[in-house]
């Protein structure tokens, strides 16, 4: 290799290559992938292309050229834990690929991958192998035509070209879909990198795992459709997807030994040095923390900027474990100061020419790291020392028992992640079923256990094979149900199938619960957090005025792409399939749902004008009763922003605005300033929602939903709350329309009510509040004070049971007191009176044993601990408690055990003086 390589020029080369050969370059999907509920995170570069395998959508080209973000954090793509031990594992990484949708196939793949491989990068022929299908569990028979266009169409060594199975060979969606067979390309790194050399049993070789020969590139045919059970039917057309590490590819384009020695990660670890100010030697020496540092930076970098933020389920969590991770090994190497949001910048730095999304984001990106870091910071200490005591318990033991590990989570904020990895610096594992197991019960408790799948894939297979069926029968078009919620809310149309369990029938009877399927609906689905319609199904045969059955749709699903379903139940008569129907939307709800959709993006324009550009809208419900808006923001609203945001928005209302909207292409769209959404996945035309002059909109943005014609019709727009919901997120629930006015009445009959009992007018009721709060927080003053002075004349008649310890003083004693800020000064009285001496009161409050311990310095220094004392005491009582050795307290669930616990001082303190 002649020429030396960047990063960013062989991703650009990549592109040029296949662009030269006719491929459209297509931008990088989210990694979020909102329109899969059976992914937590794209993981491979075909997810954006998923439905053109499926036969459910295509494109405007067949063929297509990307760099995918990707992220795999757990399973069988990637284990956490060997992240930065070893050379090639990552949580974040780019996947180049280039695609053929029915166009070319094996002869080009083929061919093109190893021009570029060898022709333009350079890389030594001799040292590439190529591997082909080779059926070992069933009778597809060997991929002779994809070996003979390697010995056609590259000067590969034809002893070069190897046989695999279907393990190795065979690529499949999943259990059902397209699938087909592969060929890699696999690059040999030399015998010194075999990690099994001395071991007299291992072959070194292809695919033998030892590390020697690294696959480069998956080459993917895809051919069949998997039917289930082992069917393997041919497809009508056959496809290309390939598949190669950007990492991989970069490190041995570059020479290194390591993906780490690239150029991707080399600025971030050496942005990390300079903060440490460690010597190349220290580096080294803590060469897994630097790695683990650099790789987890890019993932929370990449996560933030495609809009997940840090919270504890599902892709949120594993973004907080991930940051919390690079955290925790961060303190190992010294820092004491959050530092992530520093090394986060070095990854804008250098990726955001690739992925534009992260300058325009650069300044949410960073200050929600370093919020949720500071978050972290301040328990992490905490977390730590709970451990230690933990692992210093479990000493002799092979496991931490799994409630123990939730209850550091749950308390402390610690993963189950960095639990491990401490666990396993001291030779003990976790019990991470045990663990599972604890938290699912509190999620129980909670009702807030969530699912990435509201369909299972059995089911999901019925309706993709219904679909399928009826668009052979002609019952459906090319793409499907023919969907357009927009241009009316009632339509004539067909029932083409009818649904009750999962089970096809011909016809409906009166009280059935159905899903009901049309040729074409004006249904809205649920989209884009606005909620589906409902209304009525209905026939009228030869224009009878009563209908003769009616089915009454209270939800609309997409089950897959191209398939909508109307849920309800038959109110009367028999629907079957093959009636003619009229499909009614509830008008009076689609209107509310309306008015409150482009309210939203009033909204929206609104806060980005009174707090800035940077805020980005990350989330939204839109019901017919009220509107939530989340946005990126780093502080609560003060009163006289939100009366700025209202007055706006209704004033964009009174100036009657006109609504439109239009398709065009997407990048169109963005080049003309249109705001798209963190994390939404758009198609190649996109839909572009105006409000405003033509010539001036106030808003654009690329929205599915339904609005009104002019923002007029929305009537008036109230923000009922304003409040955070997470790091850097704020949340906005708000009324228009008739909801607004019943808001109103419902606040003014409550200001009347209040004036009333006030006996004031009501322009009089804040002030006279304000004066009977002067006067209750005069009487609560007043009543502590008098709580402290009977607290401190029955702690006088305390120091009659003064006990000596050796020659030490101890009271231990259970006491009276409101608040734990009482007990700790009830120490203060004591050491007053009483020094050297040690004291241990407990009290009940709140219904909860509460523990203090207190030490003068001077037994401090002959081994005394208030810390090891109070939760010594606190066990007994089943809490805990932490401190400094002169002052410390504790918490406990049990009262009842409050008298025992306190008993076991005399004993805990003559072993600290060991007496």
Same mark, same amino acid.
């Given at each position: 290799?002649?020429?030396?390589?960047?990063?960013?020029?062989?991703?650009?080369?990549?592109?040029?290559?296949?662009?030269?050969?006719?491929?459209?370059?297509?931008?990088?999907?989210?990694?979020?992938?909102?329109?899969?509920?059976?992914?937590?995170?794209t993981?491979?570069?075909?997810?954006?292309?998923?439905?053109?395998?499926?036969?459910?959508?295509?494109?405007?080209y067949?063929?297509?050229?990307?760099?995918?973000?990707?992220?795999?954090?757990?399973?069988?793509?990637?284990?956490?834990?060997?992240?930065?031990?070893?050379?090639?594992?990552?949580?974040?990484?780019?996947?180049?690929?280039?695609?053929?949708?029915?166009?070319?196939?094996?002869?080009?793949?083929?061919?093109?991958?190893?021009?570029?491989?060898?022709?333009?990068?350079?890389?030594?022929?001799?040292?590439?192998?190529?591997?082909?299908?080779e059926?070992?569990?069933?009778?597809?028979?060997?991929?002779?035509?994809?070996?003979?266009?390697?010995?056609?169409?590259?000067?590969i060594?034809?002893?070069?070209?190897?046989?695999?199975?279907?393990?190795?060979?065979?690529?499949?969606?999943?259990?059902?879909?397209?699938?087909?067979?592969?060929?890699?390309?696999?690059?040999?790194?030399?015998?010194q990198?075999?990690?099994?050399?001395?071991?007299?049993?291992?072959?070194?070789?292809?695919?033998?795992?030892?590390?020697?020969?690294?696959?480069?590139?998956?080459?993917?045919?895809?051919?069949?459709?998997?039917?289930?059970?082992?069917?393997?039917?041919?497809?009508?057309?056959?496809?290309?997807?390939?598949? $190669?590490?950007?990492? +991989?590819? !970069?490190?041995? @384009?570059? /020479?290194?030994?390591?993906?780490?020695? %690239? *150029?991707?990660f080399?600025?971030?670890?050496?942005?990390?040095?300079e903060?440490?100010?460690?010597?190349?030697?220290?580096?080294?020496?803590?060469?897994?923390?630097?790695?683990?540092? $650099?790789?987890?930076? +890019?993932? !929370?970098?990449? @996560?933030? /900027?495609?809009?997940?933020?840090?919270? %504890? *389920?599902?892709?949120?969590?594993v973004?907080?474990?991930?940051?919390?991770?690079?955290?925790?090994?961060?303190?190992?190497i010294?820092?004491?100061?959050?530092?992530?949001?520093?090394? $986060?910048?070095?990854?804008?730095?250098?990726?955001h020419?690739?992925?534009?999304?992260?300058?325009?984001?650069?300044?949410?990106?960073?200050?929600?790291?370093?919020?949720?870091?500071?978050?972290?910071?301040?328990?992490?200490?905490?977390?730590?020392?709970?451990?230690?005591?933990?692992?210093?318990? $479990?000493?002799?033991?092979?496991?931490?028992p799994?409630?123990?590990?939730?209850?550091?989570?749950?308390?402390?904020?610690?993963?189950?992640?960095?639990?491990?990895?401490?666990?396993?610096?001291?030779g003990?594992?976790?019990?991470?079923?045990?663990?599972?197991?604890?938290?699912?019960?509190?999620?129980?408790?909670?009702?807030?256990?969530?699912?990435?799948?509201?369909?299972?894939?059995?089911?999901?297979?019925?309706?993709?094979?219904?679909?399928?069926?009826?668009?052979?029968?002609?019952a459906?078009?090319?793409?499907g149900?023919?969907?357009?919620?927009?241009?009316?809310?009632?339509?004539?149309?067909?029932?083409?199938?009818?649904?009750?369990?999962?089970?096809?029938?011909?016809?409906?009877?009166?009280?059935?619960?159905?899903?009901v399927?049309?040729?074409?609906?004006?249904?809205?689905?649920?989209?884009?957090?606005?909620?589906?319609?409902?209304?009525?199904i209905?026939?009228?045969?030869?224009?009878?005025e009563?209908?003769?059955?009616?089915?009454?749709?209270?939800?609309?699903?997409?089950?897959?792409?191209?398939?909508?379903?109307?849920?309800?139940t038959?109110?009367?008569?028999?629907?079957?399939?093959?009636?003619?129907?009229?499909?009614?939307v509830?008008?009076e709800?689609?209107?509310d749902?309306?008015?409150?959709?482009?309210?939203?993006?009033?909204?929206?324009?609104?806060?980005?004008?009174?707090?800035?550009?940077?805020?980005?809208?990350?989330?939204?419900?839109?019901?017919?009763?009220?509107?939530?808006?989340?946005?990126?923001?780093?502080?609560?609203?003060?009163?006289e922003?939100?009366?700025?945001?209202?007055?706006?928005?209704?004033?964009?209302?009174?100036?009657?605005?006109?609504?439109?909207?239009?398709?065009?292409?997407?990048?169109?769209?963005?080049?003309?300033?249109?705001?798209?959404?963190?994390?939404?996945?758009?198609?190649?035309?996109?839909?572009?929602?105006?409000v405003?002059?033509?010539n001036?909109p106030?808003?654009?943005?690329?929205?599915?939903?339904?609005?009104?014609?002019?923002?007029?019709?929305?009537?008036?727009?109230?923000?009922?709350?304003?409040?955070?919901?997470?790091?850097?997120?704020?949340?906005i629930?708000?009324?228009?329309?008739?909801?607004?006015?019943?808001?109103v009445?419902?606040?003014?009959?409550?200001?009347?009510?209040?004036?009333?009992?006030?006996?004031?007018?009501?322009?009089?009721?804040?002030?006279?509040?304000?004066?009977?709060?002067?006067?209750?927080?005069?009487?609560?003053?007043?009543?502590?004070?008098?709580?402290?002075?009977?607290?401190?004349?029955?702690?006088?008649?305390?120091?009659?049971?003064?006990?000596?310890?050796g020659?030490?003083?101890?009271?231990?004693?259970?006491?009276?007191?409101?608040?734990?800020?009482?007990?700790?000064?009830?120490?203060?009285?004591?050491?007053?009176?009483?020094?050297?001496?040690?004291?241990?009161?407990?009290?009940?409050?709140?219904?909860?044993?509460?523990?203090?311990?207190?030490?003068?310095?001077?037994?401090?220094?002959?081994?005394?601990?208030?810390?090891?004392?109070?939760?010594?005491?606190?066990?007994?009582?089943?809490?805990?408690?932490?401190?400094?050795p002169?002052?410390?307290?504790a918490?406990?669930?049990?009262?009842?055990?409050?008298?025992?616990?306190?008993?076991?001082?005399?004993?805990?303190?003559?072993?600290?003086?060991?007496?």
């Amino acid at each position: 290799m002649s020429k030396e390589w960047t990063s960013a020029e062989i991703r650009q080369s990549f592109l040029d290559f296949f662009a030269a050969r006719g491929h459209t370059i297509v931008p990088s999907a989210s990694l979020v992938p909102l329109d899969d509920p059976t992914l937590l995170f794209t993981n491979a570069g075909m997810n954006q292309f998923k439905d053109v395998f499926l036969g459910l959508g295509d494109r405007p080209y067949t063929r297509a050229v990307d760099t995918q973000k990707c992220m795999r954090v757990s399973g069988k793509h990637n284990d956490l834990d060997d992240v930065g031990r070893d050379d090639y594992h990552h949580t974040f990484f780019e996947m180049l690929g280039n695609w053929s949708f029915g166009d070319y196939y094996k002869k080009e793949a083929i061919g093109w991958a190893w021009e570029l491989l060898t022709g333009v990068w350079g890389l030594p022929p001799e040292r590439l192998w190529a591997t082909c299908f080779e059926d070992d569990a069933g009778d597809l028979g060997r991929d002779e035509e994809a070996a003979s266009y390697w010995r056609s169409e590259t000067t590969i060594d034809p002893a070069r070209i190897l046989f695999f199975g279907r393990k190795d060979n065979f690529w499949e969606m999943g259990d059902t879909g397209p699938c087909g067979p592969c060929s890699e390309i696999h690059y040999d790194r030399g015998p010194q990198f075999c990690r099994l050399q001395n071991d007299p049993a291992h072959v070194c070789g292809v695919n033998a795992d030892c590390g020697r020969f690294l696959e480069l590139w998956n080459l993917v045919f895809i051919q069949y459709h998997n039917k289930g059970e082992g069917r393997l039917d041919p497809l009508p057309q056959c496809h290309i997807d390939t598949g $190669a590490g950007f990492e +991989r590819l !970069v490190a041995i @384009l570059q /020479g290194g030994d390591s993906n780490y020695e %690239s *150029d991707l990660f080399t600025p971030l670890m050496g942005r990390v040095q300079e903060l440490l100010g460690h010597s190349d030697a220290q580096r080294e020496e803590n060469h897994v923390s630097y790695r683990v540092v $650099a790789d987890h930076a +890019r993932a !929370v970098t990449f @996560l933030v /900027g495609d809009g997940v933020l840090p919270g %504890s *389920d599902g892709r949120n969590y594993v973004l907080r474990m991930i940051l919390r991770r690079a955290v925790r090994f961060g303190r190992k190497i010294g820092f004491t100061a959050p530092f992530l949001d520093q090394v $986060a910048s070095v990854v804008i730095e250098m990726m955001h020419p690739a992925f534009p999304e992260l300058a325009t984001r650069r300044e949410f990106i960073l200050s929600t790291i370093r919020q949720e870091e500071r978050r972290f910071s301040r328990t992490l200490d905490l977390g730590l020392e709970r451990l230690e005591e933990v692992l210093d318990d $479990a000493q002799g033991q092979e496991i931490i028992p799994g409630e123990q590990a939730f209850r550091l989570y749950d308390t402390f904020g610690l993963p189950l992640e960095i639990t491990r990895d401490v666990a396993r610096e001291k030779g003990i594992a976790v019990d991470e079923a045990g663990y599972l197991a604890a938290l699912e019960a509190q999620r129980a408790r909670a009702r807030a256990v969530e699912a990435f799948e509201e369909i299972d894939e059995e089911s999901r297979r019925v309706y993709r094979d219904l679909l399928e069926d009826l668009q052979a029968q002609g019952a459906l078009a090319p793409c499907g149900v023919q969907y357009d919620p927009y241009s009316a809310t009632e339509l004539q149309t067909a029932v083409v199938a009818i649904l009750r369990d999962g089970e096809l029938l011909p016809a409906a009877q009166a009280g059935d619960e159905v899903e009901v399927v049309l040729a074409a609906t004006c249904f809205y689905v649920e989209s884009g957090g606005q909620v589906s319609d409902v209304g009525t199904i209905a026939s009228h045969p030869g224009g009878a005025e009563e209908p003769v059955w009616e089915v009454a749709v209270a939800e609309m699903r997409q089950p897959v792409a191209g398939l909508l379903v109307h849920k309800g139940t038959v109110q009367f008569g028999e629907p079957q399939v093959g009636d003619s129907a009229w499909a009614l939307v509830d008008y009076e709800r689609r209107m509310d749902v309306a008015r409150n959709h482009t309210a939203t993006h009033l909204l929206h324009n609104e806060l980005r004008f009174v707090l800035g550009e940077q805020v980005q809208q990350a989330g939204s419900l839109v019901t017919p009763d009220r509107l939530r808006f989340d946005f990126t923001h780093t502080g609560a609203l003060t009163g006289e922003q939100l009366e700025r945001v209202v007055w706006l928005v209704n004033e964009g209302i009174l100036l009657n605005y006109p609504v439109t909207w239009e398709r065009k292409p997407y990048r169109e769209a963005l080049d003309e300033g249109v705001i798209a959404l963190f994390g939404e996945k758009y198609g190649d035309v996109v839909r572009v929602l105006r409000v405003g002059w033509p010539n001036k909109p106030m808003s654009q943005e690329l929205c599915g939903g339904t609005h009104v014609n002019e923002t007029g019709e929305i009537g008036f727009f109230a923000i009922t709350s304003e409040q955070g919901i997470g790091a850097g997120v704020r949340r906005i629930e708000a009324v228009t329309g008739r909801g607004a006015v019943r808001w109103v009445q419902r606040r003014m009959r409550t200001l009347e009510s209040a004036a009333a009992q006030l006996v004031c007018s009501p322009e009089e009721v804040e002030q006279k509040v304000a004066a009977h709060l002067e006067e209750v927080q005069l009487l609560r003053k007043q009543i502590a004070h008098l709580q402290r002075q009977a607290a401190h004349s029955r702690f006088e008649g305390l120091l009659e049971k003064v006990q000596s310890v050796g020659d030490v003083p101890l009271l231990a004693a259970r006491v009276e007191a409101p608040d734990m800020e009482t007990l700790r000064e009830m120490t203060d009285w004591f050491r007053d009176r009483v020094r050297p001496g040690v004291i241990v009161l407990g009290a009940v409050i709140g219904e909860r044993p509460a523990l203090v311990a207190a030490a003068s310095d001077d037994l401090v220094e002959r081994g005394v601990d208030a810390v090891r004392l109070v939760r010594g005491v606190a066990r007994a009582v089943g809490g805990g408690g932490g401190g400094r050795p002169t002052l410390a307290q504790a918490g406990g669930k049990d009262p009842a055990r409050l008298d025992q616990a306190l008993g076991q001082a005399p004993a805990l303190l003559e072993e600290m003086l060991a007496l």
